[in-house]
């Protein structure tokens, strides 16, 4: 899977202004609603779902980086929106460290073959340091898009 194919341009934010980690799933959340890939009315829902997931069990996984996530009987295609902290915050970190790069996915429920590809894509970006380091300090969408866009062909 590429991450070109479900990352969703409008909802890049390259410096998030929440710094708590609801605030910054609420900010994510929001711009997939203002990119239409979501509606006001499931906003507030997608969000609190994707918080008590996290209370759940962090997706803050180290090395700065949290891909909280939820599958969704209201998702109709799979959307991902990333943001960055430049202080950092709290999400509960298995390393206990501040997150800096956070990617959240927003899947339909009937697809969770789709979800575990798009988790492995994910993971398998943000498992390696330059693509982390280079994410962190992108500071536009087309930075952001540049990187993905590089590394989705780096895979062929």
Do not use: W
Not at 84 to 110: M, T
Request: aromatic share 4%.
């Amino acid at each position: 899977m590429k991450l070109m194919d479900i990352v969703v341009k409008e909802a890049i934010i390259p410096e998030l202004a929440a710094t708590k980690r609801d605030g910054v799933i609420a900010e994510l959340v929001d711009a997939l609603v203002a990119a239409g890939c979501a509606t006001e009315d499931q906003r507030e829902e997608f969000a609190k779902a994707i918080i008590r997931r996290e209370n759940k069990g962090s997706t803050g996984f180290g090395h700065g980086v949290a891909v909280p996530h939820i599958k969704h009987p209201d998702i109709k295609e799979m959307k991902i929106a990333i943001g960055n902290s430049p202080e950092g915050i709290d999400f509960k970190s298995l390393d206990r460290e501040p997150v800096f790069s956070i990617v959240l996915l927003l899947s339909p429920e009937d697809q969770p073959e789709n979800h575990l590809d798009a988790m492995e894509a994910i993971f398998s970006n943000l498992s390696q340091d330059t693509f982390r380091r280079f994410l962190r300090q992108a500071s536009s969408a087309d930075e952001v898009l540049t990187l993905l866009t590089e590394t989705d062909e780096a895979v062929r």
